[in-house]
């Protein structure tokens, strides 16, 4: 994995990569073009501009970089590699545009019918709320393809109930069910969250506000359930049952939803919870049963549970 | 792949990709996974849309441990606000004090539904959806911008036009966050938006 360093980036500037038939340059590149950003650019270019330019290995790209504010321009033909001229490093948006290039040249250059459907609309069957850990991309762990899961991903996998009024999460689950008509909500938690243990390390008496602390209060039945569960086990211990706990927690929350509820009692809709353990790399996962007219006994249960390791 | 993903039964899918990842990725870079069971050191935060076509992990092939990634509707980031969308406080907060990102990058895309709602709010301010415009609204400064610099435009071409400004609109709120603007003025971050144009394959990227 390629170490990220900290350096400046240039401003502006567009990777449109070459047009290819079979991931090699057939027709002349088009030229980037410096989008001059509205803001207040000028008064933060004071140093000098580094720019790094990366082409891909085999196409021969033409590339072209312009500064708005210098006006200058540089041509580079083939395969080059420039380096940061003080540093002797690789600019991190050098990396990041190597990386586009390469997704372009393996995905959309190579199956183009797919994507040319995918830009008129998106069909998701799963709608998936993660946490915004870098280490828990769904995309990255269940290999989601572009157009198989409408992701959220918030500070703890967390989501709040419908009488908790306006949020991000709410929004997105408004558009996932109401327009896209998803089949499958999946609320993915994971090991070791930070969330979650901010949740279990919030004192009882009140504190100084943060907005994490306002935030991860979404969580506060699963932290209650926990010490009632597991307030004798050690506070690790205590936080990876929280980290299972609020993924139930949430799935109860969906069904405060009306137009949740009402999908999934016509059975048009599947709420599921999972949980990623990347220590031993495991995943569980779980299907919760609602059934709404049930007299007696619980309304809920969970079925379907199983563990791929 | 020989198999049609989309016709998998859904658990099978995301079995079937979990298995891949393993055998595939996790365990032939141990030397990657190891050091991030103890915990994560992203240098990148990213806001990114929740469109099933966007995921930066993927167009941008980010690995795990290099960006901490929230994904909203239209990738929207509100102004400092105790009360109201603090979700994405926390996780500004989280990234800049706790794990101290160097890099906040906003990427907006085409075709964003969420802009598009914005731009087809009404302008009397009603609403019709619990929470989708309220939350939309958040980048209200973005259509009017547009709707008074690019009138004549078609429909279509406002919203890619409002797609770009309202990262712009996004990276201004992140300003009102008190330890966003300390970070800036001490140099130990970096803002950055982004555009992902996924009916011609490119990718802008621009500073302030």
Redesign the interface.
């Known amino acids: 994995m390629a170490a990220l360093l900290r350096a400046p980036l240039f401003s502006g500037s567009v990777i449109s990569g070459c047009e290819a038939s079979d991931g090699f340059a057939t027709t002349p590149a088009r030229d980037l073009k410096i989008s001059g950003s509205p803001l207040r650019l000028g008064g933060t270019r004071n140093e000098r501009v580094r720019i790094s330019l990366f082409i891909a290995a085999k196409p021969s790209c033409i590339i072209r970089a312009s500064k708005d504010s210098f006006g200058f321009t540089r041509e580079l033909r083939e395969s080059e590699h420039i380096l940061d001229e003080k540093d002797q490093v690789l600019d991190p948006f050098k990396e990041m545009k190597c990386r586009f290039l390469e997704f372009k040249r393996q995905n959309f250059v190579e199956d183009r019918i797919h994507y040319q459907s995918l830009a008129q609309r998106q069909e998701p069957k799963f709608m998936v709320i993660a946490c915004a850990d870098s280490r828990v991309c769904p995309s990255s762990i269940l290999g989601f393809h572009p157009g198989e899961a409408f992701t959220v991903r918030n500070v703890a996998n967390l989501v709040p109930s419908f009488q908790h009024g306006a949020s991000e999460t709410s929004a997105a689950l408004e558009f996932a069910v109401n327009s896209l008509e998803v089949e499958n909500i999946l609320v993915v938690g994971h090991s070791r969250c930070g969330g979650i243990q901010a949740l279990m390390s919030l004192k009882d008496e009140a504190d100084s506000r943060s907005f994490i602390k306002d935030w991860v209060i979404v969580g506060k039945t699963a932290r209650l359930t926990t010490k009632a569960a597991a307030g004798n086990l050690s506070f690790e211990m205590q936080c990876r049952h929280c980290e299972k706990e609020s993924i139930n927690s949430s799935l109860l929350n969906l069904l405060t939803y009306p137009w949740i509820e009402k999908r999934v009692n016509e059975g048009k809709l599947s709420l599921h919870g999972a949980y990623y353990n990347f220590i031993d790399c495991t995943f569980e996962k779980w299907t919760l049963l609602y059934r709404k007219a049930l007299e007696g006994g619980s309304k809920y249960a969970i079925k379907n549970r199983s563990v791929w390791s | 792949m020989e198999i049609n993903?989309?016709e998998m039964e859904?658990?099978e899918?995301?079995?079937?990709?979990?298995?891949?990842?393993?055998k595939e990725?996790?365990?032939k870079?141990q030397e990657?996974?190891d050091p991030?069971?103890e915990?994560?050191v992203?240098?990148?935060m990213v806001f990114a849309c929740?469109?099933?076509?966007?995921?930066p992990?993927?167009?941008?092939?980010?690995?795990?441990?290099?960006?901490?990634?929230?994904?909203?509707?239209a990738n929207?980031v509100p102004p400092y606000d105790?009360t109201?969308?603090?979700?994405?406080?926390?996780?500004?907060?989280?990234?800049v004090l706790?794990l101290k990102v160097?890099?906040i990058v906003v990427i907006g895309h085409?075709?964003c539904?969420?802009i598009k709602g914005l731009m087809s709010v009404k302008d009397d301010g009603t609403t019709s959806?619990?929470?989708?415009e309220?939350?939309?609204k958040i980048c209200m400064p973005a259509r009017e911008k547009v709707k008074a610099e690019h009138a004549v435009l078609p429909f279509p071409d406002q919203c890619t036009k409002c797609e770009?400004?309202a990262v712009?609109v996004s990276?201004?709120n992140l300003l009102t966050y008190p330890f966003v603007k300390e970070g800036l003025e001490k140099k130990t971050l970096?803002l950055?938006?982004g555009?992902y144009d996924?009916?011609?394959?490119?990718?802008?990227?621009?500073?302030?």
């Open positions: 993903m989309q859904p658990v899918r995301m079995k079937s990709g979990f298995e891949h990842f393993k990725i996790y365990e870079k990657v996974f991030l069971k915990g994560q992203p240098k990148f929740a469109d099933s076509r966007v995921c992990s993927v167009v941008l092939n980010f690995q795990p441990g290099e960006a901490f990634t929230v994904r909203n509707i929207m105790q109201k969308y603090g979700g994405v406080g926390a996780a500004v907060e989280y990234a706790h160097e890099n085409s075709r539904g969420g959806t619990d929470f989708i309220d939350w939309v770009k400004e712009n990276l201004e970096k950055i938006g555009y996924f009916v011609n394959c490119e990718f802008e990227t621009w500073e302030i």
